[in-house]
């Protein structure tokens, strides 16, 4: 059985933005509470991500000595 592939046309860093990008959206609508604070840890998370891609991904990353 073959697996049908496509191609991913979105960066996985490019997701993470978004996503916390929507989340701090979704937050800011929302009163105080647990649910805001949740949203708002995903986006913190979420940033968190897309930086170390970014880091992993840079041309001035060297491999430990």
Request: negative net charge.
């Amino acid at each position: 059985m073959k697996r049908s592939r496509s191609k991913q046309e979105t960066s996985l860093e490019e997701l993470l933005v978004r996503e916390a990008q929507n989340s701090r959206e979704r937050a800011d609508k929302l009163p105080p509470g647990t649910e805001r604070d949740a949203l708002l840890e995903k986006a913190r998370q979420a940033d968190t991500a897309a930086h170390m891609i970014e880091w992993i991904n840079s041309p001035g990353l060297q491999p430990p000595e």
